[in-house]
């Protein structure tokens, strides 16, 4: 830069910088983005966001046509990611580097000097004492070494001066609130950092079957944005038993699942040996850092569909949703788009414990498997898989679809017990329900960048305690010799929080008295 | 799993109710202490007066001495003095102790009967969130004079109480595989207590501001002549809030820790989880505001209320209304 540009009119523009950087870093500053912070985070928990379910916020959208555009546009939906909540926490990074900063070294300097020099008056000092020696007792120079020594044990850092003993303690209260903010930087970087390496997904395993870990087995999976595939560990598991233990002694919560317990085979890499692992809730299986967690099950019936033609156009588990968790019914959709000359579809309930009603209803009266019956509906016609708009498959659409079996026409309903097969009207088919295997749903986790938020915030939590704790005090002994008796002259100066200044002054004054001949005060000038 | 032990449950439910009618007696009596206040203080005040008068006349001089308002019946460290006599109070603390003995038997009792953490549900984190708040105070009361709070903090052990048996009540069992984790009981357990520092430094402020108001218009009457001065109470709820700050800090990071073992992720801005942030950086913005020119006294002592105001609304409408991962267990 040239020294023509520094002396221009650019003097205002950096004095403008200036004075912002300064306004940025103030405490006030400081104190109005932390509390905007808080007011900013409260939308996120009011509105929907599309971070936990995109769907919602459509629903949302379209059931308010006019707030929801206004809104959306506004950022009410992806809070956490919008523009102006990320404005907020970077404006408060960078002002809380821009305070610490100086502070810190402020600080390194104060570490390296002396305690602060003795002040002319101490009886001026929040709390002040006196107290005269014995004739016989040690001389003034003596005595400030006893004072050193006593301070010295208190924790305090001295400096034996001329006269006196100038003395503070409690240091490292600010290197706590230093690295208490340095902590919570490191969580905000860590996190950040996370976004871009971690990788997470859902699977859904039925019991014996597996999964690999490759990005085409996954039902759904959401990369960190520095992702790519061959950072995906290959290992493979396998499904061997899900079990469900269930409440039967209690009346109260009769059938309430106590304990969930996934046994998998694992296979940690390609060629490696395989063992057996579990996994529960709370308790995770971890394979080379990457977590299953297990979030979610249900049962899948293994259903086989015979079409018109007679050949099999479906077997295999279908993936009931449980419904009502109290005794787990759950929602059958089945979609059989090989079957000809018709396409197929079946939508009904899973019944883990069937019991039909005196008015011809059937109900599930247990979660547990005790008399397993397929309650379902039969469509045939175009399921709509090849209209390329994508489909849910836990939904049938069956506008363009034809009933075929319902309570509500003359055929009635499909009822079926494990083992049974159903014949469809019009020669359309037949269906069986084989067996039937329970699921688990997983959700698969990898986050290397935890450990480091995590140590952070240990880091700060541990700061925190040092700041909010540790005392900072001066204190600062005179000695001098009157009438051939020392007396002796002491203050102390808290810095910030005064809490306990009087009590330490009682204790100090206490290890005066006993290392020294003091003569009783006669009159009340010190307390 | 060990079977519930239903006769210990039905003790446990038939305690808390009796728990619930002694919080009441001990309400009464601290609703008492303030009514009776004005008359203790100008009680004394005569006592005094006399006295001074005795001595005034031993000595010669005229009895000049007149009631003076702005003498201080309380200390500032809110330590017990021998002033204003307050029958009502020490009636209402005895009281309120055998009330937090019951209250704690039937606690435990319920804890025992599932052979768990009593804090699995609604009903029972509000009941043993309600014990710790009590407790917390008795506590406090051993080494300071906190009497004045005695009707807030009974008060609200007894909404409490009220709100958990009538609101949520809810027969003892075994929790949820979810809540099986030795994290329920750090987790929880710290966040309540943390919670009942907050409520007590949340009554202090609110007579902080009450006392300000009174010292400023010179009209420091009846009741506020018992509470200790408003920058003791901004002081006092200043370190009590440093301690409860710390725990609460601690709650978010433990809360995390548990949320990365049970669902694989420390941080989803879950409902809870977004409001516990509000709650931690209002708290933060309230030990910031100290050291911020302009903002101690009234304002900080605002945020501190705001910080309870979220507080409440956390454990209250988030619980209920808002769809979160932490609902199901009701807290």
Request: proline share 5%; with cysteine.
């Amino acid at each position: 830069m040239s020294t023509a540009q520094t002396t221009l009119p650019s003097l205002g523009f950096r004095g403008t910088l200036r004075f912002m950087w300064t306004q940025l870093t103030s405490m006030r500053t400081a104190l109005m983005l932390l509390l905007l912070l808080a007011v900013a985070a409260v939308p996120g928990s009011l509105f929907p966001q599309r971070r936990a379910g995109a769907d919602i916020v459509e629903t949302w959208i379209e059931d308010n046509p006019t707030a929801g555009p206004i809104m959306d546009a506004l950022g009410m939906f992806d809070v956490y990611s919008s523009p102006w909540f990320s404005a907020i926490y970077l404006l408060l990074m960078v002002s809380l580097v821009g305070c610490l900063w100086p502070r810190g070294r402020q600080h390194l300097k104060s570490l390296r000097q002396p305690p602060a020099r003795t002040p002319r008056n101490l009886n001026r000092l929040p709390e002040y004492g006196q107290l005269v020696l014995e004739a016989d007792g040690p001389t003034p120079d003596q005595a400030l070494v006893d004072a050193e020594k006593i301070l010295k044990k208190a924790g305090y850092r001295t400096e034996l001066r001329d006269g006196s003993v100038g003395a503070e303690r409690g240091y490292t209260r600010e290197i706590g609130n230093i690295l208490f903010h340095f902590g919570l930087l490191g969580v905000i970087v860590f996190m950040g950092l996370g976004g871009l390496y971690k990788y997470e997904g859902q699977k859904i395993i039925v019991e014996g079957e597996g999964f690999t870990n490759n990005l085409v087995s996954y039902d759904s999976f959401t990369p960190g944005t520095a992702f790519s595939e061959e950072r995906l560990h290959p290992f493979a598991i396998q499904l061997e038993d899900f079990d469900v233990v269930f409440d039967r002694e209690s009346e109260t919560h009769f059938g309430q699942a106590l304990d969930y317990t996934a046994t998998m085979q694992v296979t940690p890499a390609p060629g490696a040996e395989t063992y057996q692992d579990t996994i529960k809730v709370n308790d995770p299986l971890t394979i080379d850092g990457v977590r299953m967690f297990l979030v979610g099950n249900g049962y899948a019936p293994n259903i086989t569909v015979t079409d018109g033609n007679g050949d099999v156009a479906y077997s295999g588990p279908v993936i009931a949703q449980i419904q009502d968790p109290n005794v787990n019914s759950s929602l059958v959709v089945l979609k059989v788009p090989d079957a000809r000359p018709e396409q197929l579809g079946f939508v009904g309930l899973f019944l883990p414990t069937s019991y039909t009603g005196d008015d011809g209803v059937a109900i599930s009266i247990d979660p547990d498997a005790y008399n397993p019956e397929l309650i379902l509906n039969s469509y045939y016609g175009d399921i709509g898989l090849d209209s390329g708009v994508p489909q849910n498959v836990y939904v049938l659409d069956t506008e363009t679809m034809t009933e075929l079996n319902s309570r509500n026409n003359d055929n009635g309903g499909i009822t079926l017990g494990v083992g049974d097969t159903y014949e469809l009207p019009d020669n359309m088919g037949t269906i069986t329900f084989d067996s039937w295997d329970r699921y688990v749903g997983l959700d698969v986790h990898y986050d290397p960048s935890k450990w480091g938020v995590g140590f952070f915030a240990t880091l700060a939590l541990v700061a925190l305690v040092i700041s909010l704790y540790v005392r900072r005090r001066r204190a600062w002994v005179k000695a001098s010799a009157k009438d051939g008796h020392t007396v002796i002259e002491y203050g102390l100066l808290a810095r910030g929080e005064t809490f306990g200044l009087r009590d330490e002054n009682i204790k100090l004054r206490q290890t005066f008295d006993t290392t020294w001949p003091v003569i009783p005060p006669n009159t009340s000038e010190d307390s | 799993m060990t079977p519930v032990n239903e006769t210990l449950a039905s003790y446990s439910e038939l305690f808390m109710l009796i728990a619930s009618f002694i919080y009441l007696a001990a309400f009464l009596f601290f609703s008492w202490d303030i009514a009776t206040a004005s008359k203790a203080v100008k009680k004394l005040e005569a006592e005094i007066a006399t006295e001074r008068s005795k001595q005034l006349v031993g000595a010669g001089g005229p009895a000049m001495d007149q009631p003076n308002q702005s003498r201080q019946f309380v200390s500032d460290d809110m330590e017990y003095t021998d002033g204003v006599k307050r029958p009502a109070a020490n009636i209402g603390v005895a009281i309120m102790l055998i009330a937090t003995l019951a209250h704690g038997f039937a606690v435990i009792a319920r804890g025992m009967a599932a052979s768990r953490a009593p804090w699995g549900n609604l009903y029972e984190f509000m009941t043993s969130g309600a014990l710790v708040i009590s407790v917390v105070y008795l506590v406090f009361l051993l080494r300071k004079d906190l009497r004045f709070v005695g009707t807030f903090v009974s008060g609200v052990v007894l909404l409490m109480m009220m709100a958990a048996t009538v609101g949520f009540p809810t027969p003892v069992g075994n929790v949820q595989p979810a809540l099986q984790s030795w994290w329920l009981i750090t987790h929880v357990s710290v966040a309540v207590i943390a919670t009942g520092i907050f409520s007590l430094t949340f009554a202090m402020s609110v007579l902080q501001l009450i006392k300000q108001r009174a010292e400023k218009n010179h009209s420091v009457t009846g009741f506020m002549r018992l509470v200790p001065s408003s920058l003791a109470l901004e002081n006092w709820s200043y370190r009590l809030n440093a301690i409860a700050f710390v725990l609460w800090t601690f709650t978010l990071i433990a809360g995390s820790i548990w949320a990365e073992q049970a669902w694989g992720r420390y941080w989803n801005w879950d409902a809870k989880e977004v409001w516990t942030f509000v709650i931690w950086v209002i708290y933060a913005g309230y030990l910031h505001a100290r050291a911020t020119r302009g903002w101690t006294g009234t304002r900080s002592a605002w945020l501190n209320i705001t910080g309870f105001l979220a507080l409440v609304f956390n454990y209250t409408i988030v619980n209920v209304y808002f769809p979160s991962l932490h609902s199901y267990a009701g807290f």
